[in-house]
Structure formats: structure tokens, C-alpha cells
């Protein structure tokens, strides 16, 4: 089970952090990614981090305000947002697969949503 936290609103330019931890199992075979989903548009992937490797990734629209790392002996994943933007408001999802490729999603996390005020 993934818990994710952290969403709220913010004002344009603001920060904000939001958080997966794993209930049940651990994240250290795994690759932990946030999506998000915005009214009207589709999902989009917005980063992950691969725990086995350290590997990361970030969509081009969240790259140099996005950062995303993992404790592993917490368990959780941290997506620190910074210079958002109104475009950044949706609900924020976190995901666990075996890659930042996601062949295939293992579970996912219950939305947080994230509000930036112009």
C-alpha cells in the first residue's frame, strides 16, 4: 500500500512537498514515481526515482523546480516542489513499478492534490 501526503495550496511561485511512503512492504527493489492529473488533461508522468540504481527522471515541464529522492530507511519518497506554477495544480499520484518505464504499475497511491493560486 502507498500513502501519499503533503498536497495543499500554494501560491504561485511557493513551495510545496509532497510524500509516498510504503506501508506493508519496502521500497528498495523498486521504482517510485509521481504522476499527476489535471481537469481535463491526461496523466502525466512527473518524476521518479529507481531505488536500485538512484536513477531518476523529470518530465520537461517540472525539470530545475522538481526533485525527487527516496529514504529508503523511511520508506518514503519525497517530490520537493519549488517555483510552481498554476499549470502544477492536479492531483498528485504516487506509483510503484520496476522501472522509471513503468512497464507495468504494482500499485498506486491514493491522489493528493496540489493548488497553486495565480
Known amino acids: 500500500q502507498l500513502q501519499a501526503s503533503g498536497g495543499g495550496l500554494v501560491q504561485a511561485g511557493g513551495s510545496l512537498r509532497v510524500s509516498c511512503a510504503a506501508a506493508g512492504f519496502s521500497f528498495g527493489r523498486y521504482a517510485v514515481g509521481w504522476f499527476r492529473q489535471a481537469p481535463g488533461k491526461e496523466q502525466e508522468k512527473v518524476s521518479c526515482v529507481n531505488n536500485i540504481d538512484g536513477r531518476t527522471y523529470y518530465a520537461d515541464s517540472v525539470k530545475g523546480r522538481f526533485t525527487i529522492s527516496g529514504d529508503l530507511n523511511k520508506d518514503t519518497v519525497l517530490l520537493q516542489m519549488t517555483s510552481l506554477k498554476s499549470e502544477d495544480t492536479a492531483v498528485y499520484y504516487c506509483?510503484?513499478?520496476?522501472?522509471?518505464?513503468?512497464?507495468?504499475?504494482?500499485?498506486w497511491g491514493k491522489g493528493t492534490l496540489v493548488t497553486v493560486s495565480s
Open positions: 506509483a510503484l513499478s520496476y522501472s522509471c518505464d513503468f512497464p507495468k504499475v504494482l500499485h
